[in-house]
């Protein structure tokens, strides 16, 4: 008997803006992403943990300006002149950069480039720079003078809406009551969010069949912490 191979047809995850979930944890970043004329020389760097909503945020923001999105270890296989044509930027995971010199010299490049071009550059990054290990000091001096804004560690109301909203794109059903168990036994860390409900799509994918508490408690309890 031939065996049948089933099929993942998830849906990627929902990144526009009408997806963003606006909460007290990321307000303030938001507002200040959507004022570019209060950045110092049109230039900004977004900081916040694991599966804080970085990236979502940095797709709809360069997706509204028709930016590239560039991830910071492939910036020396760039051009800075393509990049900064469009006249906005988004550099992803900028700490990235540390411990390759190619790439911390592009960025260092497309620091100086990007107010002389009247372009917009946005970072993201997990940690501060002075944490990023950089090895360039021209560069190292940079980063730790741009204005940083931070996204903030979410409530529950907003770690309940994000389970949601994952699960939602996997297309994975889970019942409102055990998002509540869930919350009630977690940290409050999107990124631990994002890697629990992943686990539990593939381990309800293996088994065929609906994603139970017992399934949840068995996948929470081995979950590590966030090491972001």
């Known amino acids: 008997m031939t065996r049948q191979i089933p099929l993942d047809l998830r849906t990627p995850p929902a990144l526009s803006r009408g997806d963003f979930l606006l909460a ?3 307000r303030d970043a938001l507002a200040m992403l959507d004022a570019p004329a209060l950045w110092p020389q049109g230039r900004l760097l977004l900081i916040g943990p694991e599966g804080a909503g970085k990236s979502h945020i940095a797709a709809f923001w360069a997706a509204e300006r028709g930016a590239p999105v560039v991830a910071a270890d492939a910036l020396a296989n760039t051009s800075p002149d393509a990049l900064l044509n469009g006249g906005a930027l988004v550099v992803e995971d900028a700490e990235r950069v540390a411990g390759r010199a190619a790439d911390q010299a592009m960025l260092f490049h497309l ?3 990007a107010p002389a071009r009247g372009a917009l550059l946005l970072l993201t990054a997990r940690a501060a720079p002075r944490d ?3 090895t360039l000091p021209d560069l190292r ?3 730790d003078a741009m204005t940083q804004v931070r996204l903030g560690a979410p409530d529950e109301e ?8 994952l699960c939602a794109d996997r297309q994975l059903a889970v019942p409102p009551a055990l998002i509540g ?4 036994r977690m940290d409050r860390d999107l990124g631990l969010a994002r890697r629990l409900v ?10 065929g069949g609906p994603v139970t508490r017992r399934m949840a408690a068995d996948i929470l309890d081995k979950m590590p912490a966030s090491d972001a």
Do not use: C, E, I, P
């Not at 907003?158 to 909203?165: E, G, I, N, Q």
């Not at 168990?181 to 009630?184: A, P, V």
């Open 141 to 143: 001096s940079r980063m």
């Open 198 to 207: 992943a686990a539990l799509d593939a381990a309800a994918f293996a088994a």
């Open 181 to 184: 168990w869930l919350l009630r």
């Open 24 to 26: 007290t944890a990321n």
């Open 132 to 134: 990023w290990g950089l």
């Open 111 to 113: 620091w100086n480039l």
């Open 158 to 165: 907003l770690l309940a809406a994000v389970l949601v909203k």
